[in-house]
């Protein structure tokens, strides 16, 4: 299964956060990928600690980081028109979409998207 990891899945991952998905796990068993967008959100803070930064760098280097494309930038333009996603969000549904893969996230705007090719994958 292919997997798209939403910013807050990493987050919530790192902090410990009760219901966080096992993200090592999941990078082990399936086909993992970010956004750009979520490698930006994860490091545009400027009180993140060394240690942090390191985890999310460590992160990052294991699962490939998919840019920008004419396909992605059509179908967040889409996504965007037909739901009240932020653009960020919609830029990173977009890239699941684009590359058929399912989002890892427990934000509740992806949860409870009702955009019909959107695909999100539930932690049970």
Do not use: W
Not at 28 to 46: D, G, Q, R
Not at 95 to 114: G, M, Q, R, W
């Amino acid at each position: 299964m292919k997997l798209a990891i939403d910013t807050n899945a990493i987050i919530d991952f790192l902090k410990q956060a009760a219901g966080a998905f096992d993200l090592l796990a999941l990078i082990e068993e399936h086909e993992c990928f970010v956004s750009v967008i979520t490698k930006l959100e994860l490091l545009k803070y400027p009180d993140m600690t060394p240690a942090e930064e390191e985890t999310i760098l460590d992160i990052l280097q294991i699962v490939p980081i998919m840019p920008l494309n004419t396909d992605i930038e059509n179908e967040t333009i889409a996504i965007s028109r037909a739901t009240k996603l932020k653009l960020p969000d919609a830029i990173i549904g977009a890239t699941a979409i684009v590359y058929k893969a399912e989002v890892v996230s427990s934000d509740p705007h992806f949860l409870n998207c009702p955009y019909p090719t959107l695909r999100i994958l539930k932690n049970l």
